[in-house]
């Protein structure tokens, strides 16, 4: 408490508004009490990095350990959720156990960003836009990165097949869960455990699941849930909490470290201000929205006043956000900023750095050449019994489904090969080929995902695929395989009662619909009062019903016109 008073205390007089001096001044004449205890711990790191910043905090940390704090009882606060997401990977991989709403998300990973890449990679390999994350991801240990990007990004297939063995040709025919597991090996993404993947290839195997192996559905599926994906962690973990600023408000803990107190006091992002014009003018409006530069100022006297108004509230904002990180601690608190002073010596107090510096030599308390600065007592604290935990890694675990001792046995798999069974099974397995269907080019893909996926075995793809070529190219079916066809499979529709109907396959042409059902088996009246059903429901919606076919999908195939 009086390291907190003392130093706002101090650089209030920093702040240009004269109201908002007087508000801090007065707001930071706090009564201290007796309590033992209050440790704070101020440093300046002489190079300014991630890696510099992280190495700091975890000195911090095996500090906090020794004076008897356990994990659950440290919170690093920073301003930005990109340094959380920075501190979070590293700690993590010093197996340090972490938790942060914003660095849990499966999409604050880097390599999970790469993965997602490669997905879209796999289905428009010239697209540039998006490709050029793959060697900007794998470039960042290079030293001119812009170089290797650019250099690889126009032969991006050919430099992954050749540098990581990725033929991106030939694992594009592979399911989503081996593509990615595939993936990770070959660019080592895992080489220790890394929470981020183990999540993410559990979401790979849901999507798969639920969707079977389509890199189309797994990039909506991503796009619709990578906000909300993230790490599951168990309730009552004791783990460090890494958090913004923001979400900090309200909460206090017993250790607080606070990295990255190196802050551009007036930095915004994408600042705007409205300005007052004439309404004749401008079209009526008496207000524009306008980019905050250091030209408004000469936009007359409103213009400099507005800005400098912007200015301060931007002071005021920046001093609360201090105000917020140095207040959560109650019993530890240490600030990690960094030594950044002008050319001719002066400090720069648009810095945070520059108002603890200025605070340091202000009370007499700064020494050249040290960057370490200590105020009250360390006392040891004790945890409270029960508290500690047993704590290990998991390593990435890879299925090495190359080898030649894995195999896969499914369900579908057995049924080919039994009399008994291909009636039970076949009618299934077609319709699941064929609603994945459009045009005749698409026979083949889906096939070689049936086979990946255990649907067919390679002793009867042969005669699936003989058998579904025989059905699309039958005379009487093969124009409603075309490509200039508008084609509904497995598409349900909603009847006026409440209840639905799902055709095998719709094929619209204007304002008429060919309905087309697929059948295993003897002949049955049932089918053609199925096929009335979806014919009338059509109608019902205003379309004209051309054709209705039932397809015999046996030995031979039967073709019928109802």
């Known amino acids: 408490m009086h390291f907190n008073n003392n130093f706002f205390q101090n650089s209030s007089s920093i702040l240009e508004n004269p109201e908002y001096q007087v508000f801090f001044k007065a707001g930071n004449l706090q009564e201290t009490n007796n309590k033992d205890g209050g440790y704070v711990e101020l440093s300046f790191l002489p190079e300014e990095d991630d890696k510099a910043y992280a190495l700091k905090v975890m000195d911090a940390i095996g500090h906090s350990l020794e004076s008897g704090f356990d994990y659950g009882d440290i919170c690093i606060v920073v301003r930005k959720k990109k340094h959380a997401v920075a501190l979070t990977d590293f700690l993590m991989s010093q197996s340090i156990p972490v938790v942060s709403s914003d660095s849990l998300l499966l999409s604050s990973s880097p390599k999970v960003q790469f993965l997602i890449s490669l997905a879209r990679f796999s289905l428009i390999s010239d697209y540039k836009e998006t490709n050029y994350k793959i060697p900007e991801y794998l470039s960042e240990t290079k030293e001119e990165r812009h170089d290797f990007v650019h250099t690889h990004l126009t032969e991006l297939n050919l430099f992954l097949k050749s540098e990581y063995d990725f033929d991106i040709d030939k694992v594009r025919g592979q399911s989503l869960l081996d593509f990615m597991e595939h993936a990770i090996k070959v660019f080592d993404l895992a080489p220790d455990s890394d929470a981020h993947l183990l999540s993410f290839m559990d979401f790979v195997f849901d999507t798969e699941q639920q969707n079977g192996s389509d890199f189309h559905a797994l990039l909506n599926n991503w796009e619709l849930k990578s906000n909300t994906l993230s790490i599951s962690t168990p309730e009552n973990t004791s783990a460090v909490l890494v958090v913004t600023i923001h979400k900090s408000k309200g909460l206090e803990f017993p250790v ?52 400098e108004m912007e200015q301060q509230k931007l002071q005021l904002d920046a001093f609360n956000l201090l105000y917020v990180a140095l207040t959560r601690a109650i019993h530890s608190l240490y600030i990690i900023s960094y030594y950044d002073i002008k050319k001719d010596g002066t400090l720069k107090t648009d810095y945070y750095s520059g108002l603890f510096l200025k605070y340091l030599k202000d009370i007499g308390a700064w020494r050249d050449g040290v960057l370490e600065y200590k105020f009250g007592k360390e006392r040891k604290y004790f945890t409270p019994e029960g508290k500690e935990e047993k704590r290990f890694t998991v390593p990435y675990l890879y299925s090495y489904k190359d080898r030649e001792t894995f195999k896969i046995h499914t369900k579908a798999g057995m049924l080919w090969d039994t009399n008994r069974e291909i009636a039970l099974e076949q009618g299934n397995v077609y319709h699941h080929i064929l609603e994945n269907i459009s045009t005749v080019h698409d ?64 094929v619209l042409k204007e304002d008429a619909v ?15 009062e199925q096929l009335e059903s979806y014919a009338n429901a059509y109608e019902e919606m205003g379309f004209k019903v051309e054709n209705k076919i039932i397809a015999y999908i046996n030995k031979h195939i039967i073709v019928e016109y109802i």
């Open 256 to 307: 607080v470290i606070f990295p990255y107190a190196n802050s551009n006091i007036f930095e915004e992002i994408d600042p705007k201000l409205w300005i007052p014009v004439d309404p004749k003018i401008f079209m009526g409006f008496d207000e524009l929205l306008i980019s905050k530069k250091q030209e408004v100022k000469n936009y007359g006297e409103i213009g400099n006043a507005l800005f």
């Open 514 to 528: 060919i309905i087309i059902d697929y059948k295993t088996g003897k002949k049955s009246p049932k089918y053609k």
């Open 443 to 506: 026979l083949e893909p889906v096939l070689d995902k049936a086979l990946k996926k255990g649907l067919v075995t390679e002793s009867s793809y042969g005669k699936v695929r003989e058998t579904l070529f025989n059905l699309i190219q039958h005379p009487k079916l093969e124009e409603y395989f075309q490509e200039d066809n508008i084609v509904y499979n497995e598409r349900e529709l909603l009847l006026s009662d409440g209840s639905s109907l799902i055709p095998d396959r719709v």
